[in-house]
């Protein structure tokens, strides 16, 4: 699902949030105690920026045009050191990329307002207008649009054409400078300097310092290390397979973003042109190597028939259900199951995955120091909020920075930085519960989960204000 239920008018307050966050951590180990610490022996810092991001990616790029289109912080210099080669550009002609987001609409105002969005519309991307989960155990299902299609549910776009776009922005900052192929060793935040600077050390033996660093070096963030806060994580044994798919003739315009939730886990096609899909296929470790290794044909064969087949029903869920829905006046054929365009084909060379699991962090700030992105939160791609998350992350602490500013605050005080972690936890922890729930509830075929959840994933379907408040979340609204 793209989205997860928040309710109305009911948002956590901030001493909610940490409470919740601290029983999260109840019977957890803290992090790794061995931090990555400077040496006291070493040179001085040779330079100092205002702000150093700590990791490029999707949102470390983003927070670094962001942060120079701001015209209260466009003074600040600021270095983004970036572990990859310089980008080498994006080509709208080549073939299509593996790895996609569903961006959804403050993601789509953020690009808009460092005027990244041109540079993507110019490019290609693809409107999804409907969405539809379903049941592989009953015939539950929830299908989202806006009233006539009138408006986008979300755009899936190429990670690569979205990095190339606010990379573009970047580089015509003046006020920002980016380093290649730097890879970040040892910080050493203000608590344990003389003085109220961050200070770090690259892997080549390079020295910075700065007022404020920020840690977008995703899970294994070396910024979060050494801030010394707890985090909570967890690994699901699980991975996501991901391919380019190529559909056969009965896609039309293929603007229906389709998700199945199997016994192993789920399998999700996202459209990318009227006849090309992405794939994002979540199962056991096992699975997904047999999956990723099988010949071309087998593999579109196995992918077809996890979208049609007919899996082992739960009688009494699949009763629940049809009464559910005579209570609600509706036939069986008003919420029959609609099923994907038929895959033909994979991209060669498409097929790859990664690892899924868990992560939050109890606190995002520290003097000198914030985290955004991954090394503050990762969660499970089934609801695709995983980098609009980040995007979320970067809007609000370059909105807490000018704010600031202004003020008079520095940089790195927490007593202001404790203003964007409390809006991003607020907004964050609800969001990642509900994605950890669904995943939990669907890693089971127990007879009373599989009628709990068909039942949930069907009254919600039943009562549009309640799937109106999912497909809000799922436009991060």
């Avoid at 942060?67 to 270095?79: E, P, Q, R």
């Avoid at 979205?162 to 040892?186: F, M």
């Avoid at 192993?264 to 994002?280: E, F, I, K």
Wanted: net charge neutral; proline share 4%; charged share 20%.
């Amino acid at each position: 699902m793209l989205g997860v239920l928040r309710i109305q008018g009911a948002l956590p307050s901030a001493g909610q949030v940490r409470l919740l966050s601290a029983r999260l951590l109840a019977n957890k180990s803290s992090t790794d105690m061995t931090t990555n610490r400077c040496e006291s022996s070493k040179s001085p810092a040779s330079e100092h920026f205002d702000i150093i991001i700590g990791g490029g990616g999707l949102v470390g790029t983003t927070l670094a045009a962001a942060l120079a289109k701001n015209s209260t912080l466009a003074d600040k210099k600021v270095l983004l050191l970036e572990g990859a080669p310089e980008l080498r550009g994006f080509d709208p002609s080549g073939p299509y990329q593996n790895r996609v987001s569903a961006i959804n609409k403050n993601s789509i105002e953020l690009f808009k307002s460092i005027d990244a969005w041109s540079h993507i519309e110019a490019a290609r991307y693809k409107h999804v207008k409907q969405m539809q989960v379903w049941e592989s155990n009953t015939d539950a299902l929830i299908q989202f649009q806006h009233d006539n299609f009138a408006s986008d549910v979300a755009c899936i776009i190429e990670n690569d054409l979205i990095l190339d776009a606010v990379y573009a922005r970047v580089k015509d900052a003046p006020n920002v400078e980016i380093l290649n192929k730097a890879r970040i060793q040892c910080v050493r935040l203000p608590k344990d300097s003389e003085g109220n600077l961050s200070e770090l050390q690259l892997q080549d033996g390079r020295s910075f310092s700065c007022d404020l660093l920020i840690g977008a070096d995703g899970a294994n963030s070396v910024v979060r290390k050494e801030m010394n806060v707890d985090v909570f994580s967890l690994n699901y044994d699980r991975m996501g397979l991901v391919a380019t798919l190529e559909l056969g003739e009965d896609a039309c315009d293929n603007s229906v973003a389709w998700q199945r939730f199997l016994p192993n886990g789920p399998v999700a096609l996202l459209p990318l042109t009227d006849r090309l899909s992405s794939l994002v296929w979540s199962t056991t470790n096992e699975q997904a190597k047999k999956l990723q290794a099988l010949p071309p044909g087998e593999f579109v064969d196995a992918l077809n028939e996890a979208f049609c087949r007919q899996y082992p029903r739960v009688e009494l869920a699949d009763k629940a259900v049809q009464t559910l829905n005579s209570l609600f006046g509706h036939n069986a054929s008003q919420h029959q199951v609609q099923y994907p365009p038929r895959v033909c084909g994979v991209q060669d060379k498409s097929r790859a995955t990664f690892p899924l699991g868990f992560l939050h962090a109890s606190s995002y700030v520290c003097n000198g120091a914030a985290l955004v992105g991954d090394a503050a939160h990762r969660v499970h791609p089934l609801a695709g909020q995983g980098v609009n998350l980040g995007f979320s992350d970067v809007r609000h602490l370059v909105e807490s920075l000018a704010a600031g500013a202004y003020a008079g605050f520095k940089l790195g005080d927490k007593q202001h930085l404790i203003k964007y972690e409390r809006k991003c936890l607020a907004k964050n922890v609800p969001i990642m519960l509900g994605v950890h729930g669904l995943h939990t509830l669907y890693s089971t075929q127990f007879s009373p989960v599989v009628l709990l959840r068909s039942l949930g994933l069907q009254l919600t379907q039943n009562l549009p204000p309640i799937k109106n408040l999912f497909m809000r979340g799922a436009m991060g609204q």
